[in-house]
């Protein structure tokens, strides 16, 4: 076996799947980008990022006293601090209500604000060990507003612990819109007043279309806005991941990524070093040891190291890491598959093939967060890129003679549909799933639009 399919069998070994279902992460899998160190303060109470950029990754690793042990000095102020969840993907009805619930105690004119302290008073009482009424969230929430000193000893009581409180998945609320709004913002609020209680802190991971709403329209919300971390991806950190990911493939595997790739042993894990966490010549040329110099036979091609992160980025420049690994992922199967006598791992049209999958990943991840996406760009298949707006606009109105009321969709519908089409031109490319370039004609990033099936002149073409 060649150097190179010994390294494309490590590539298709290591753990590159990032999807958490709220399993412990696996501390190999551990990568922290420079711009991530911030959300992990105790004081950044709120985090936002878009769809696969490690919300839910870190949801699942503060809860794990051994990744924030392997952190380190990364983040000193994390040891010995006591970790619960107030709402995630995973449903837990003695910790949070689920969206039935919610939904329920709101149509009874329940106060969302009151729902969460009643969710934060339940992991207090639980950690202080404290009996308060949990036989229903109606029990807790009745409890909380009838018995306000009561409440107020059990926040107020001196305590020798740090405690931290998860919010994250809060689009499964609701399917509504202007509820889910609603509850967040009430969310928002209980953070506010539990900030007011030494020793107790709350952080909230919100999409950034959530961000971006009415969710901060409340008194002090500035207090709340001055913490706020977004959780970024530049191309140095994508491959400091890959990487790290790679280097703690199970046994040979791993062994033959070390050798390229600088490492040091910390807490049972391979990590990498800060060399190979920034845009260095080490890194470019580590990857290229993967995949070679060009996209093609000479230079005009392009650079795999900055192609295969290029192509995945969304209309606003940015690149999730559960894209570009899956798209690393498949290119080494691609050319398992159809060059396996290549002089490198990774052949360049199967890093263009790795494109075509991650773009489909990225569409059906959208289909589950935006209904009514696929609907409205499906109907653009086969058109090419870019275009004008009037060419899009007649597309649609040909499928939806009546305007955007007859997109259907059962869960959180275009936010700006009542506008007409202009509405769900905003919406579309606030989402990043279209671009305006300087002459009006609109644009689809690759990451889209190959899973969409539109084409491009000299670009990746979309599958069959």
């Not at 399917?175 to 900030?195: P, T």
């Not at 769900?424 to 989402?431: A, G, K, N, Q, T």
Request: hydrophobic content about 40%; some cysteine.
């Amino acid at each position: 076996m060649s150097e190179a399919q010994r390294l494309r069998e490590a590539i298709l070994a290591a753990p590159l799947e990032t999807s958490n279902h709220g399993e412990d992460p696996q501390s190999g899998t551990l990568y922290v980008p420079l711009s991530h160190l911030k959300a992990l303060r105790l004081d950044a109470h709120v985090v936002v990022g878009g769809r696969g950029v490690g919300k839910s990754f870190w949801t699942a690793a503060l809860q794990s006293e051994d990744l924030r042990r392997l952190l380190g000095s990364a983040a000193p102020e994390l040891n010995g601090i006591m970790v619960q969840v107030g709402f995630s993907q995973k449903e837990d009805i003695d910790r949070y209500p689920n969206a039935d619930v919610f939904r329920q105690l709101l149509d009874q004119g329940e106060d969302p604000y009151d729902l969460w302290r009643a969710v934060i008073l339940r992991c207090v009482a639980t950690r202080a060990l404290q009996s308060i009424p949990t036989g229903s969230w109606t029990e807790t929430v009745a409890w909380l507003k009838a018995k306000p000193e009561e409440v107020a000893r059990l926040m107020q009581q001196p305590r020798s612990w740090l405690g931290l409180i998860l919010f994250d998945a809060l689009d499964r609320t609701s399917n509504d819109w202007q509820r889910m709004d609603e509850i967040v913002r009430g969310l928002l609020r209980a953070i506010l007043w539990l900030k007011s209680f030494p020793g107790l802190y709350g952080k909230v991971f919100l999409r950034e279309d959530q961000a971006e709403r009415t969710v901060f329209n409340f008194p002090d919300a500035s207090k709340l806005l001055a913490t706020q971390a977004d959780l970024t991806w530049a191309r140095h950190d994508l491959h400091g991941l890959l990487w790290q990911r790679l280097i703690n493939a199970p046994g040979e595997h791993g062994a033959l990524m070390r050798q390229i790739c600088q490492t040091e042993r910390r807490e049972g894990a391979w990590l990498v070093t800060n060399e190979m966490k920034r845009e260095t010549k080490t890194q470019r040329e580590a990857f290229e040891r993967l995949a070679g110099a060009w996209m093609g036979r000479d230079r005009r091609r392009g650079v795999p190291y900055s192609w295969s992160v290029g192509h995945l980025a969304d209309g606003r420049g940015q690149t999730s890491p559960r894209s570009f690994l899956a798209a690393i992922r498949q290119a080494a199967e691609d050319s398992r598959d159809r060059y396996p006598d290549h002089a490198y791992a990774l052949h360049y049209e199967s890093i263009k093939r790795g494109i075509q999958k991650a773009s489909e990943i990225r569409v059906n991840e959208v289909a589950e967060d935006y209904p009514w996406v696929p609907e409205v760009l499906s109907v653009l298949r086969g058109m090419n890129v870019p275009c004008t707006y009037e060419d899009i606009l007649l597309r649609w109105q040909g499928r939806f003679p009546n305007g955007p009321q007859d997109i259907h969709s059962q869960r959180l519908p275009a936010q700006h549909a009542s506008r007409g089409w202009d509405g769900i031109r905003e919406d579309l490319l606030r989402l990043g799933l279209i671009e305006t370039k300087k002459d009006g004609r609109i644009d689809m990033p690759d990451l889209y639009r190959v899973g969409f099936g539109l084409g491009r002149k000299g670009g990746v073409k979309p599958r069959n």
